[in-house]
C-alpha cells in the first residue's frame, strides 16, 4: 500500500526558510516519479516540484526556481523539499505525491498535506 506523510510546514516571515519532509513507503523511487503539490487559498492545485525517477532530474514551475530545491534521501525512501527565500505567495498547502501531475487529481496518491504561511 502506498503511503506519504509529510511533516515540516508552519509560519515564517518573509525571506526565511522552511524544509517540509515526506517519509514514504509501498513504492520505489527508482520507478516512480516523485514530487510536491501545493494548494493556495482560491486557487488550483499545482505541481511545484518533481524528480523523475528514470534519470533524476528535477523540475521547478517557474514561481519557485532558485528559491526551493527538491531531493530524496540515498535510501530513497524520503522525499524533501527545501524552501529558501519564501514569499507571502508561496502560502499554501504542501502535499507530496507519487506520481505528481502537472495539477493534483483525485486519483492522486498524496500525503495528507501541511500548511504553510509565510507573512510580509
Known amino acids: 500500500e502506498v503511503h506519504l506523510a509529510e511533516s515540516g510546514g508552519g509560519s515564517v516571515q518573509a525571506g526565511e526558510s522552511l524544509r517540509l519532509t515526506c517519509i514514504t513507503s509501498g513504492f520505489s523511487f527508482d520507478d516512480t516519479d516523485v514530487g510536491w503539490y501545493r494548494q493556495a487559498p482560491g486557487k488550483r492545485c499545482e505541481l511545484v516540484s518533481r524528480?523523475?525517477?528514470?534519470?533524476?532530474?528535477?523540475w521547478y514551475v517557474d514561481s519557485v526556481k532558485g528559491r526551493f530545491t527538491i531531493s530524496q534521501d540515498s535510501v530513497k525512501t524520503t522525499l524533501y523539499l527545501q524552501m529558501n527565500s519564501l514569499k507571502p505567495e508561496d502560502t499554501a498547502i504542501y502535499y507530496c505525491?507519487?506520481?505528481?501531475?502537472?495539477?493534483?487529481?483525485?486519483?492522486?496518491?498524496r500525503s495528507q498535506g501541511t500548511q504553510v504561511t509565510v507573512s510580509s
Open positions: 524528480i523523475n525517477a528514470l534519470d533524476r532530474s528535477t
Open positions: 505525491a507519487a506520481e505528481p501531475k502537472k495539477f493534483c487529481t483525485v486519483d492522486d496518491y
